[in-house]
């Protein structure tokens, strides 16, 4: 089955702090992996695919296919980062599987 | 940047009655979906649209909801009788159908409330 796994609600950390947000995924051919960002009920907004290898506002993620794996990490948390973060697989062309989504808190 | 623009913002219904979400895809985009995000909950696929008809549908997406590209520009959801359970952040999304690398592109969102 595809799926996308968020085991993490909420995290809170303090501004300075390092970030992991946690995402798994079950997909039985080629994955490709997303991060979607959202602040504050405004709309989705695309943060990283894996295949650019990218790293924006200082998140990075890396695609770990042993351990099915896609998550995102920033080392130093600012307060700007506080936001719902989603992870997506793309499931051929036609749709978008989410997790659950994890609200980031960055304390100041 | 090029963007999906979704009308309305925020729209009251009646339980009951029908509603229609308006979608304005990326201009030279292909490929068109529904999603929905209960308060509080994920975002959800509701429906994919390719080549004037429905490509993908989810078991959301039942006999109350339709979709329709009347024109060049617009892609519309129609909800034909409101539940209370239909109260959602509903997001319009386009995508180009190139190659793979590229992503779809979400709207802002039509905030539907059934009283």
């Known amino acids: 089955a595809q799926r996308v796994t968020q085991p993490e609600k909420l995290l809170s950390v303090f501004k300075g702090a390092p970030v992991e947000l946690k995402c798994n995924y079950s997909?039985?051919?080629?994955?490709?992996l997303f991060w979607y960002v959202q602040y504050s009920r405004q709309r989705l907004q695309l943060l990283l695919r894996?295949?650019s290898r990218e790293s924006i506002k200082g998140f990075t993620a890396d695609l770990n296919k042993g351990e099915t794996s896609f998550h995102l990490k920033k080392p130093f948390a600012q307060e700007e980062d506080s936001a719902m973060y989603y992870c997506?697989?793309?499931?051929?062309?036609?749709?978008?599987?989410f997790g659950t989504g994890t609200r980031l808190k960055v304390l100041a | 940047e090029p963007e999906v623009t979704q009308t309305p913002s925020h729209q009251v219904t009646q339980m009951g009655q029908e509603v229609i979400l308006r979608c304005v895809p990326i201009?030279?985009?292909?490929?068109f979906y529904w999603y929905r995000q209960i308060l509080g909950q994920k975002v959800e696929f509701l429906v994919s649209?390719?080549?004037?008809?429905?490509?993908?549908k989810s078991e959301i997406f039942d006999d109350q909801f339709s979709v329709e590209r009347p024109d060049g520009s617009n892609f519309t959801l129609k909800i034909r009788s409101t539940k209370l359970e239909d109260s959602a952040m509903y997001f319009c999304?386009?995508?180009?159908?190139?190659?793979?690398?590229?992503?779809?592109?979400f709207g802002e969102g039509s905030w539907l409330t059934v009283v």
């Open positions: 649209f390719y080549n004037n008809e429905i490509s993908e």
């Open positions: 999304a386009s995508y180009s159908g190139q190659s793979s690398g590229n992503t779809i592109y």
């Open positions: 894996h295949i």
């Open positions: 997506a697989l793309r499931s051929g062309t036609y749709k978008y599987i």
């Open positions: 201009s030279n985009h292909l490929y």
């Open positions: 997909y039985s051919g080629s994955p490709e």
